[in-house]
Each structure stands twice: as C-alpha cells, then as structure tokens.
C-alpha cells in the first residue's frame, strides 16, 4: 500500500510544498526578492541616469571619430547595465559586473594599450597621423617672404593665464578684421566680441579669452615662439610679443611622388611607410614622422642591438640580485626580531615593537631622501660616523651595497610584523615536544618553526619579490640609477628595468614608447614566470605540511 502524499494538515497537493496553516500563501518569486526601499530606489536612478550621462557623453567624440567599433560596445554595455538593474534576476551579475568593469577599464586594458603599442614606433615624432606630419613639416618651415601679411598680436590664453591653452588674437591693421589662431587654423571674429585699441590696433579684450599681459606672455615666450597657426596660404607665426606674420611654406608635400620637397635647395624626402618617416636619398630623416606598426621590430631590438641588449641583460642581473637581496634580507632581519620578542623571556616587547615599526609608519620617499644625505661622501653621517670616506655614490659596487641597505632599513618593518603573527599562529607544543625529544633550538627551528612559517609567509614573500622587481622609488630617490658610465647617460650601475625603462620612455633623446612598452612586457612575463613558480612550489610545500 502506497504511502500517503502528505501528512496532516497539508493540502495534499502532489509535488508542491506544504502551506502551514494561518501563514499566507506567498509565490516562489516574492520569497527570493527583496523589497526596494525608497532609497535604494533614488540611488539606483541616479547611479543609472550617472551611467546614461556618462555614455551620451563619450558618444559624441566617438562619433565624431568615426569609430563605430567602439561606439557599438559603448551602446551594447549601456544596454547591458540597464536591462541587468532594471529587472530582478541575475542577482550574482549585479555585484560582480561593477568590479569587473573596473577591473576591464584599469587594469586589463591598460596592459592591453601597452602590449599594442611595443608593436608600434609611437614616441617622439611618431605620435600622430600621416597628415598630421605633413603639416607639421610645412608649418614649421614657415618663413616670412617680401608682401607678407602683417598682424598685430594679442597673445591669450583659454582659462588659466599660466598654463591655458595659447591663442593669437590678431588685428590686421589694413581691413580691420580681426582673428583668433591656435595650432588648429584661423577663425574670424566678431568685431563686436572684441576690443581693439585705437593707438596699437591690437586687441586688448575678446570673450571667451584670457589676455595675457607682457609680463605673463614673456614668461611663456618659448611656447610663443613655437605656436604655428596654419593658414590656407601658409601659416601665421609671431614676430616678438607684438608682432606676427603670415610666411610661406619652404617645404611642401607632393602626392604624386608622396614626398616633401624644400622649395628652396631642391632636396626630396620620399615617404617609407615601414618606419613611418620621410627618407630622404643620403639617409637624412625629417624629425617628423606618423605611427606605425612595426611588428616584431623593437623586440628584435632589445635582444639585438648592442646599445640596448647590453644595459638591458646587465640591468636584468642587477634587478633579480635587488629583487632578491631586497626580499631576502628583509626577511632574515625581521624574522630574527619576532622570533627574539617571540620568547617568553623577554620582557617590553610592546615598547619594542612600537619603536621597529616605525620606518615602515614614515613616508618612504622621505626616507629615501634622508638615508640619500647620509650616504653623502663629504657630510653624510654613516661616514662621519665611522670616519670613512667612501663614495657611495660613485661607485657601482658601493652604490648597490647602498641601495640595498636603505631598502633593508625601510622593509624589515613589514617582515616583522607578518612573521610576528606567523609565529602566533604556531602551536608551542610542537616546538616542546622537540625539545623533549632532545633537539637543540638550533634544530628545532630548522625543522618546525622554518618551515611553518615558510607555509605562511611564501605568499607575501612572492608579493614582496614582485614588488621589489619594480621598485622606482628605491632607486631614483636615492642613486636616480646612477652612477653611469660616460658613454652610455641612459642605464646605470642601479638601474632596475623599470628606471630603465621610463629612461627610454622620458630620457633626454626623446621619448620612445614603443620601446619603454615592449620592455615593460619582458618585465611582466619575467614577474609573471617566477610568481606562477613559485606559487607552484608553495602548494607543494602546503601538501608536506598540511
């Protein structure tokens, strides 16, 4: 005989839950939804009507760029975020979609940005567009010729008279027009925008921009004297504070041969677009030139061209040596500390512990600036002290033994205190239970407490080496990468790849981000191979003592 569908009381329903009764009948989809509160209600439209203005916002430029790739992912993740807030599933996607953007906005494409542009020639010269090139060859040839327009000159700014945006406001004392010029052409004003004085001719007031007097225009003579205003007929550039002209161009492009001509000695650069640069037949190259991509080419280039596979692989040695040492001694130092507080013999052990952690409560470029002075070879107190006189600085040898005793000084804080919470975690009964089998401390410790706090600790180690392997500011806080060698101003005895790498990127022969990038992607896939090994070990080692 078949057991019954149901017990007493229930309604007998084959398949459905029992309803108790006195309690209402409530549906499967109202159990699992929260109310919305009036606030959550204000902060979900607002936070929606932020992401509509947001979107509306970066559609425009996008359109006016012509990028419809971009433009359809913008519409479809708008879309996307709205149909996910506005309807009641998918609860888990509501919580992890913001992180997840985030992580895709700073972290994932920004690596993506950097890995494209190793791929390219982008840096100095090389930062724009073919036409971009072409009219800064033509407009920066410029030169004023006998019948040349002559303008009285108002220099101004958009916004801010110190770090605006220059403009030329322009009088021309024949018609009377007036004009405003910036590196993107001539616009006409309107005469009833403007005021012009009736002595000098030049304009004194004009909406919408900041006149700039003598004084704060000769502070920025230097980007006066670089603005070209591009015109159909040439380009407008200015004679002193007061004074401009409209010149013609010595230079000039011709398409159907694709190259610049100088109108004046006759000479000819034809366009290469494999390296993005007019070429002329001596090899001279003009310094402007457009973006490309260049393949494999600046990867071939670390690895091959001596001036950089030489600093490159040498500074590799010294960086794994830093990264070590740096972790390393560290590590020694601040563990030997919480494990002689860790006794039960010693006594004041929070006076103690509140005066080791004090260099890692200080600014740490403050730090590096102070221990930089006391390394000074003729004041710095450590040789003062000992009454050395050594130049720290000055050699490559003692310049790194620096390096990695301030970074000692300044890290063992941070080993101490997670080793200290380590040993905590350690039950005192297995060291005992060593010393009643006979072992000597020495032996104790080799055998349990090491490798317990290895367990614990090789993570933030591994975090620890990876940091160091990048650390800017120990080194240009205090050696700047130096000392170099005379022949070679863009590596140093303690340059680590990253300082090397923003040398390439900013250094004084002009900047080269592709090269700086295809470096940064060694640095990554180095990090990368010894944290994925290491963390391989750890877990193995996490098995022995589980």
Known sequence: ????????????????????PGLPRTSRTARHDAPITATGLVVKVLLLGLVAGIAIWAAFPLIDAEQWIGLGILVATTAGLFYLYLTRRHIPGKYLVPGTLFLIAFQVFPVLYTASTAFTNFGDGHRGSKDDAIVAIQTSSVKQVPGSTEYALTVATKGDPASGALVFLLSDPKTKEVFAGDADGLRTLDAADVTVSSLSGKITAA??????????????????????????????????????????????????????????????????????????????????????????????TVLTDPNISGPFFGTLAWNFAFAIGSTGLTFLLGMAIALALHSPRMRGTNL????????????????L???????????????????????????????????????????????????????????????????????????????VTLPLLLVALSPLLIASFAFNFN??????????????????????????????????????????????ATVSIFIFAIVATVSAISFRRTRQQEEVYS
């Open 352 to 367: 103690y512990r509140v005066l080791l952690i004090l260099p890692y409560a200080m600014p740490s470029f403050a730090m």
């Open 207 to 300: 909406d919408g921009y900041t006149v700039l007097n003598i004084g704060q225009a000769s502070g920025r003579s230097d980007a006066v004297t670089a603005l070209i205003v591009p015109t159909d007929d040439g380009a407008i550039r200015s004679n002193g504070l007061t004074r401009a002209y409209e010149g013609k161009a010595a230079r000039a492009y011709d398409a159907g041969c694709d190259c610049i001509k100088d109108n004046e000695t006759g000479k000819t650069w034809v366009a290469d677009e494999q390296t993005g640069s007019f070429v002329a037949a001596d090899g001279e190259r003009l310094t402007q030139g457009w973006k490309v991509n260049v393949g494999l080419k600046n990867f071939a």
């Open 1 to 20: 005989m078949n057991a019954p569908l149901s017990g007493p009381g229930s309604t007998g329903t084959p398949g459905r839950e029992p309803v108790q």
């Open 471 to 516: 650390n800017v500011n120990a080194i240009l806080f205090t050696t700047e990468g130096g000392p170099f060698a005379p022949d070679n101003p863009r590596n140093g005895a303690t340059d680590l790849l990253i300082t090397y790498t923003y040398r390439l990127a900013f250094g004084a022969q002009g900047a080269e981000f592709g090269l700086a």
């Open 369 to 447: 600036l102070i221990w930089r002075d006391m390394f000074n070879t003729d004041f710095g107190l450590l040789n003062n002290l000992f009454g050395l006189n050594v130049d720290w600085f000055g050699g490559s040898w003692s310049a790194r033994i620096a390096v990695l005793l301030v970074q000692s000084w300044l890290g063992y804080p941070y080993m101490f205190l997670v080793a200290t919470g380590a040993l905590q975690a350690i039950p005192r009964e297995l060291t005992e239970a060593t010393s009643v089998d006979g072992a000597s401390p020495w032996q104790s410790f080799r055998a």
